[in-house]
């Protein structure tokens, strides 16, 4: 049974940095394409970033400010904020097992609940 569990959201001013973390059980997080998408309040849910094995993808609207990255050894995402703004405020889910580095929501097999990240000041 594969569980995704997400931490490190929180309320944050705007400039500031977190890191949100994603705690894969279940599987070798190293097998699968995996990736962290952004639901903002009465919006889609949309990719942030992904990665594989081979390859990482951002939105194009981040222009570096965020990073992901894994551990393998310890089957965890991470994904590094910074520079945040409050449009970035919203849910953050992470997701795996994806069909190609870059696939929309429609495209992951497996979800965690997701963390609230706020960025107001």
């Known amino acids: 049974h594969v569980q995704l569990v997400e931490s490190g959201g929180g309320l944050v001013q705007p400039g500031g940095s977190l890191r949100l973390s994603c705690a894969a059980s279940?599987?070798?997080?190293?097998?699968?394409?995996m990736g962290w998408f952004h639901q903002a309040p009465g919006k889609e849910r949309e990719g942030v970033a992904a990665l594989d094995h081979n390859s990482r993808s951002y939105a194009d609207y981040l222009k570096g400010r965020f990073t992901i990255s894994r551990d393998d050894a310890n089957n965890t995402l991470y994904l590094e904020m910074n520079s945040l703004k409050p449009e970035d405020t919203g849910m953050y889910y992470c997701?795996?097992?994806?069909?190609?580095?870059?696939?929309?929501?429609?495209?992951?097999?497996?979800w965690g609940q997701g963390t609230q990240v706020t960025v107001s000041g």
């Open positions: 279940g599987y070798a997080s190293g097998a699968y394409c």
């Open positions: 997701a795996a097992d994806c069909l190609w580095v870059g696939s929309p929501a429609s495209g992951y097999k497996y």
